[in-house]
């Protein structure tokens, strides 16, 4: 049976969300043989010559997309980003404590499992602002003694983002790019660790991508009864492969980045992209004289992931439901805050911004 591509609907699901296309399809074609491996990648081992193949170009095309410099580690793990939240404060966080950004639902939940490890202080919190933007520079003051600042830089629920790489005045910057890595071009020498679950920008759920400095790397504090897996130590020396790895997994990272690099120009190409889908989704809203109203203030807003309310709960639901029957899907906001939110990843297709903006006008003349 084949299942033709005309089925798809437009995806804005905030994640797992939608693939390439021809990653998707070349997945397919190779699903059951790998050529010339007269097997699945599921069916072999992590330590064979075609994984540590398939491990070592994905490990190239993400240092040459992202311009990784040798002195960093490319790591992939398991957990989720969810994991990181606890692995990073373990690793790193020394007496002089860490500092958390609150921007939004995420990283308050890093924040939480930081607590849990040692002392955090909050140089700045977005919460009684409702989480609307994302701190300039000179915002916030970090403290001299921590062992590291953390960022995230797309908060996925509130749809708010940074359009820089922020000044963290000094301390390793550690940043979980979950829901935007990727999406623009970043100046990796600025960051001690990057962060992100794939299952947003870069693959399926599975796979927890981790970029690291050396030079932060040799700051792990020591401790002999962390538990050897929750240590980046042992996935550092064994390059990812301490245990068995999520071979499948890393093989779609490996085709969404021969994707980005290939067929979209790499980040610089994807950016633009991202950009102008955002822009016509943003204009939407801008232009519906307050039918639609955003959430973010206009400097915070998320290329990912788009947030607006409209003016009650039954309306919203009346869009959601609508939109759905059109096939635009996955439009339901986070449950915690409410409203829709058009979540618009690499993957997303220009045609279903188009499509969502005259749903929206049509909606919006029509309610
Ligand atoms: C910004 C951000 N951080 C962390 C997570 C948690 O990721 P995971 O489910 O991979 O643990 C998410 C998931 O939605 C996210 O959007």
Known sequence: MTVSTSQRI?????????????ALQEAQRDLV????????????????????????????????????????HVLFLQGGASLQFSMVPINFLGSGGADYLEL?????????????????????????????????DGDFKVSPEASYLHITSNETIEGIQFHRDPDSQGLPLVCDASSDF?????????YAMIYAGAQKNVGPAGVTLVVMSDEFYSKTLPDEKRPTMLGYKVHVENKSLYNTAPVFAIYMVGLVLKWLEEEMGGVSGIYAHNQKKAALLYQAIDQSDGYYRGHAEVASRSLMNVTWRLSSEELEKKFIQEAQARGLDGLKGHRSVGGIRASIYNAFPYEGVESLVSFMEEFRRKN
């Open 33 to 72: 043989c790998y050529p010339d491996a007269g097997a699945s990648v599921m069916e072999m081992s992590h330590r064979g010559k075609v994984i540590d193949g398939i491990i070592k170009q994905t490990e190239a095309r993400l240092r040459r997309i992202l311009g990784v410099p040798e002195n960093y």
């Open 182 to 190: 990727l999406c623009r071009p970043l100046d990796i020498s600025r």
């Open 104 to 136: 939004g639902a995420w990283s308050k939940k890093a924040m939480a499992e930081a607590r849990k490890v040692g002392q955090v202080q909050v140089p700045w919190s977005g919460k009684a602002e409702g989480f609307k933007r994302m701190p300039g």
């Open 10 to 22: 437009f995806n804005f699901s905030a994640g797992p969300a939608v693939l390439p296309l021809p």
